[in-house]
């Protein structure tokens, strides 16, 4: 029998619009919307479906709007599919979070709220200092961290064969990107981002995000959750805390995750959240296995049909 991995989505992949046909078309997704308000004490749902868009990619409410929006269509999907088993997720970045909670790490509230705070301190980051990124298309691992030891960054995401990503000082980024073409990168270029995130300009976010977490009740999660830092499976409540903190300025090693969990016979991978980009990598990353996403009405309907024709849920 196949095993089956959840995947949930990171910053970057949320969108004005999110969720509003999920909601609009589900009592019980409605139903989470309106307890996230609770929760938060202002209306995120608002803002996923209306934007304006420079509302919701802030970094306060991009976090917690792409957890929100991903958790829905895991509770939607399993309310298609009750008896749906997962056996181990994995989340990028922020998703991480989302992937705890859906293993039963933490609470949805207590989820939700630690999200938002993580992305209110990553805010105020971004605004103590002047930090980018960039995508590095085409070049491998080795020759890309030449380029950040030459530049003065460091690689912020490892996705897939290919596609790495580089974080810094924003003058640094520049130099970093006319290196990795000149090294062969087909491409090289800056992103739309706030600031320089899983890099050390993002230091000041970890003992504001490390108090909010000691405050937060946290169990070993069941099933398995692979860590962004380690790409190894998350253990106790203590370790989770610490890795949570660290990953701020850490490396996201999602291609190395993956492939521990195809190491360890997962041939199915569901992402859920807004966007496609983890089906993305890993198509580039594993060709041979089955990746199915639900982010929308139509998406929920197709995943489901394709897991009851397998004979799953």
Known sequence: ???????????????????????????????????????????????????????????????????????????????????????????????????????GAMSFEDGLRVVRRRGQFMQEACEATRGGMAAVIGLDEAATREVCAQAGVVLANLNCPGQLVISGPVENIARAC??????????????????????????????????????????????????????????GPEAIRALLVAQVTSSVRWEQSMRWLLGHGFSRFVELGPGTALSGFMKRIAGNVQVLNVSDGRSLEATAHALREDGTG
């Open 178 to 235: 006319e290196l990795a073409k000149a090294k062969g990168a087909r491409r090289a270029l800056s992103l739309a981002v706030a600031g320089a995130y899983h890099s050390p300009l993002m230091a000041g976010a970890q003992p504001k995000l490390q108090a909010e977490l000691a405050r937060l009740a946290v169990a070993a999660p069941a099933p398995t959750v692979i860590s962004n830092v380690t790409a190894l499976p998350h253990e």
């Open 1 to 103: 029998m196949s095993k089956t991995a959840f995947l949930f989505a990171g910053q970057g992949a949320q969108a004005p619009g999110m969720g509003k046909d999920l909601a609009e078309g589900s009592a019980s997704a409605k139903a989470w919307f309106g307890r996230a308000q609770s929760a938060l004490g202002y209306d995120l749902g608002a803002v996923c479906f209306n934007g304006p868009e420079a509302e919701l990619t802030r970094t306060e409410n991009a976090q917690p709007g792409t957890f929100l929006v991903s958790w829905v269509a895991f509770q939607l999907l399993r309310e298609r599919l009750p008896t749906l088993e997962f056996q181990a997720a994995a989340g990028l970045s922020l998703g991480e979070f989302t992937a705890l909670t859906a293993a």
